[in-house]
């Protein structure tokens, strides 16, 4: 099992910036992915990013250039700096992790309003 621990998240205005946080613990081998999904209201959940423990990241196309994934692979630990956020990046993020099979966090609200 493997237990994942969020924080992180918040309020901020338009062009604003926030970084996330995600804690991995448990029964965590070396190869692994670790990273973000959020879900707007009404919204399926959707690709943020994600990285893996050898560094390799993918991003969702509408947080190109504006989102940053990092991670430290020795406190299993991942990061998502997000910058220029836009109200259309509302939503609830969700930390996730996958080794042999696909783990979710509890979730953070990032809100962006004026």
């Known amino acids: 099992q493997v237990q994942l621990v969020e924080s992180g998240g918040g309020l901020v205005q338009p062009g604003g910036s926030l970084r996330l946080s995600c804690a991995a613990s448990g029964n965590i081998f070396s190869s692994n992915v670790m990273g973000w999904y959020r879900q707007a209201p009404g919204k399926g959940r959707e690709l943020v990013a994600t990285?893996?423990?050898?560094?390799?990241?993918n991003y969702g196309d509408s947080v190109k250039g504006r989102f940053t994934i990092s991670r430290n692979n020795a406190e299993n630990t991942a990061f998502l700096q997000m910058n220029s956020l836009k109200p259309e990046d509302t939503a609830v993020y969700y930390c996730?992790?996958?080794?042999?099979?696909?783990?979710w966090g509890q979730g953070t609200q990032v809100t962006v309003s004026s």
């Open positions: 996730y992790f996958f080794l042999l099979g696909v783990y």
């Open positions: 990285i893996s423990s050898r560094g390799i990241t």
